[in-house]
């Protein structure tokens, strides 16, 4: 829910930002920025299945401040609109 803060978790781990970044993407094959935002996606849509929580009070709940932005990121990472997506994992189910 907290804002990323590179140059701190960098720090932490002895490497200056540019490193972390490298070393990170090695890793993950994405930036620490695209990594939280993918977690927080998923996170989100767990409360929307399990608790049949609206998309902006699940974005609100995993650090979203905009429903709108959420709803935007959240389309351009699964390729359906919260609601949609949500009710396509359901008939999977």
Do not use: C, N, W
Request: proline content about 6%.
């Amino acid at each position: 829910m907290e804002p990323l803060r590179i140059e701190s978790l960098a720090r932490y781990v002895r490497m200056s930002p540019s490193a972390f970044h490298l070393h990170f993407r090695a890793m993950t094959a994405m930036s620490p920025l695209q990594y939280q935002k993918r977690l927080r996606l998923q996170e989100a849509r767990r409360p929307m299945l399990g608790e049949g929580l609206d998309a902006a009070s699940a974005a609100y709940r995993v650090g979203y401040e905009s429903p709108s932005q959420f709803s935007r990121e959240y389309r351009r990472t699964f390729g359906a609109s919260p609601r949609r997506g949500v009710a396509a994992i359901k008939v999977e189910a």
